[in-house]
């Protein structure tokens, strides 16, 4: 169904492709006033996200922009043969405080609401008219709390923050739970660019689409500085018994960075499994 949708939108008009950079038509319209997020001296906005696995798999994430402000993010995966797994685009209407995602299985339209300083606290699914998330701040701007609602199920999303690091999160939802928590050795750099730190925690939309709303500014502050090592633990039943927070359960990869001249990551990789690293383009 979305192929022969495409197909047909291809015949009308040539301009408009599954994976383009055009306005998607939209109906949706409301009274909204948009804040945009503020950021720090030295910031830089992501243009591109590669991943790439010493598999051969690849996935490529390209952000757009309207002057300033994060306009779309396309979203391409492939397999270690280089065949595509899916593909997704992104777009953002800042006068109608909308999100229309172009997916491979079902189109979905998001409104928002912001705070203060721009960070989105709420996003409701248009579709279904339900509240799709609920996010809570600090006073910086650090988002603490995190309620990702469907019909089936409710995952909250809890974040600790210290002096601007951030130093773990814990995600709780029927019959799982995972968790990441992050050191700082000696010599963690600054995170000069504002980018997303590794394995952080993703909801409604994907990996790659929530690093760069962070780096844009949309989903509040990013860590002050860049982790030399995270503990991560497996997502589990409850059913099965046990627990996940002893340390001891959990598993220690260390970060290494490449920074340019002036101190930005070029890329980083760790020793996870399968061996992987990530690159970023800034505008």
């Given at each position: 169904?979305?192929?022969?949708?495409?197909?047909?939108?291809?015949?009308?008009?040539?301009?408009?492709?599954?994976?383009?950079?055009?306005?998607?038509?939209?109906?949706?319209?409301?009274?909204?006033?948009?804040?945009?997020?503020?950021?720090?001296?030295?910031?830089?906005?992501?243009?591109?996200?590669?991943?790439?696995?010493?598999?051969?798999?690849?996935?490529?994430?390209?952000?757009?922009?309207?002057?300033?402000?994060?306009?779309?993010?396309?979203?391409?995966?492939?397999?270690?043969?280089?065949d595509l797994l899916n593909e997704e685009t992104i777009h953002f209407d800042y006068n109608n405080g909308a999100i229309f995602c172009d997916k491979s299985i079902q189109d979905v339209t998001y409104s928002f609401e912001?705070?203060?300083?721009?960070?989105?606290?709420?996003?409701?699914?248009?579709?279904?008219?339900?509240?799709?998330?609920?996010?809570?701040?600090?006073?910086?701007?650090?988002?603490?709390?995190?309620?990702?609602?469907?019909?089936?199920?409710?995952?909250v999303t809890k974040v600790?923050?210290?002096?601007?690091?951030l130093m773990n999160w814990v995600s709780t939802g029927v019959n799982k739970k995972d968790s990441v928590a992050y050191e700082y050795g000696e010599g963690a750099p600054l995170n000069k660019g504002g980018i997303d730190i590794v394995a952080n925690d993703s909801f409604t939309f994907t990996v790659f689409v929530c690093a760069i709303m962070r780096n844009a500014g949309l989903f509040g502050a990013t860590s002050a500085y860049l982790p030399t090592a995270f503990k991560k633990a497996i997502d589990y039943s409850q059913e099965g018994g046990g627990s996940q927070t002893e340390d001891s359960q959990l598993k220690r990869y260390d970060i290494s960075y490449v920074l340019d001249s002036e101190g930005y990551v070029k890329s980083y990789t760790t020793n996870e499994s399968p061996a992987y690293s990530v690159s970023f383009t800034y505008r």
């Open positions: 169904m979305k192929l022969t949708k495409y197909l047909l939108i291809a015949l009308v008009a040539i301009t408009m492709t599954s994976c383009g950079e055009d306005e998607p038509t939209n109906t949706f319209t409301r009274d909204f006033t948009m804040i945009f997020p503020q950021h720090a001296a030295g910031h830089k906005m992501i243009s591109k996200i590669e991943r790439k696995y010493t598999n051969g798999a690849l996935s490529v994430a390209t952000a757009n922009y309207d002057g300033d402000h994060l306009k779309s993010v396309n979203v391409v995966n492939r397999d270690k043969y280089g912001v705070n203060s300083l721009g960070a989105i606290t709420r996003l409701k699914n248009e579709t279904t008219s339900r509240t799709a998330a609920s996010l809570t701040y600090s006073n910086n701007n650090e988002i603490e709390i995190a309620q990702i609602i469907s019909p089936s199920s409710s995952d600790v923050w210290d002096s601007g690091k």
